[in-house]
């Protein structure tokens, strides 16, 4: 991944037609088609990483990643493990588009 630049590819169009990566981490995901590229990790508040640094996460679990919702009692926002987990089919999806 080191190298990779903005316009090599437009990552955020790579989640189109891609199952949510997070699918059955704890709940079934709430819609397939509403399935984007969510960025995991931010610089702080109304601030975004960079499109790398992202999965394709359905409706439901992209609010959870963000904050938005909570499972469980928590949001998450720290939770690492499920960040974890959809960053590396983010980064699979990348090198594919990549040709590697």
Known sequence: M???KRKDINIRKLARGESCALEGWFKPCSDPETVVWAHLATGGMG???PDIIGAPLCHFHHDYIDGRIK???QTGQHDWDAKFHALKRGVLLVEKARGR
């Open 2 to 4: 080191v190298g990779i």
């Open 47 to 49: 601030m975004k990483c």
């Open 71 to 73: 499972w469980n009692g």
